[in-house]
């Protein structure tokens, strides 16, 4: 079946530092990719999304780029705060949301 | 406020006694789905609904039921619970199906069967 494969499963970054969490998937009719951060007792709440049509997109302290050729796409967190600590997970559609693993982020003071 | 509100938020309970998780969203979403979470296992989809009286089986539904009677609700329903059922849960919404637009969730709910 389809999959979505996230990597590092655990990143460490020093705060201030970058963060970057990579995905491919295996669907190439895969066409909408959101990512969510979970923070601890919480639900997962969507902090960005691209479509198939961008290479590119960024909201602040957060991007995503994607490379629809290679199937991967990935999270870039600049500026690394204390608040950024939480699980991320990214997703693929097609017709149906295809999740990642998951990836604990740790913000080191 | 735009949510999905799930309860209970903590549940405690023995095998074999029917349980019903209650799910409402308030954004006229079509799509609604169940999840859950397990530590190593990510999210795993139960059932979900594209729209009233349509469910259908996620990755892991054996041991669940679910209805969608009405747009804003849907239920999750252990009608014998066991436990390899102890796990946190999560109920999802969406503007329409599938996943090309992003998911609210809500904030949980955390079952232990014993």
């Known amino acids: 079946g389809e999959n979505v494969e996230q990597h590092p499963s655990t990143l460490s970054v020093q705060e201030g530092d970058s963060a970057v969490i990579k995905c491919t998937y295996s669907?190439?009719?895969?066409?909408?990719f959101p990512w969510y951060k979970q923070e601890l007792g919480k639900g997962p709440q969507l902090i960005i999304d691209i479509r198939s049509n961008v290479g590119e997109k960024k909201d602040q302290r957060i991007a995503v780029t994607l490379n629809k050729t290679a199937k991967h796409f990935s999270l870039h967190i600049t500026e690394t705060q204390p608040e950024d600590s939480a699980v991320y997970f990214c997703a693929a559609a097609n017709y149906q949301l295809i999740w990642g693993a998951g990836t604990k982020l740790i913000i080191k003071p | 406020e735009a949510q999905v509100t799930q309860n209970p938020r903590y549940l405690i309970t023995v095998t074999g006694k029917k349980l019903t998780v209650t799910c409402s969203q308030n954004?006229?979403?079509?799509?609604m789905s169940w999840y859950r979470q397990d530590p190593g296992l990510g999210l795993r989809q139960i059932y979900y609904s594209m729209n009233v009286e349509v469910t259908d089986k996620g990755d892991v539904p054996e041991g669940y039921k679910v209805s969608r009677k009405e747009k804003r609700n849907f239920p999750l329903i252990l009608e014998s619970p066991s436990p390899n059922q102890t796990s946190l849960y999560f109920c999802a919404s969406s503007l329409s199906t599938g996943g090309n637009y992003g998911y609210t969730f809500g904030s949980g709910t955390r079952l232990t069967v014993v």
């Open positions: 954004m006229n979403h079509e799509y």
């Open positions: 669907d190439s009719a895969s066409n909408y």
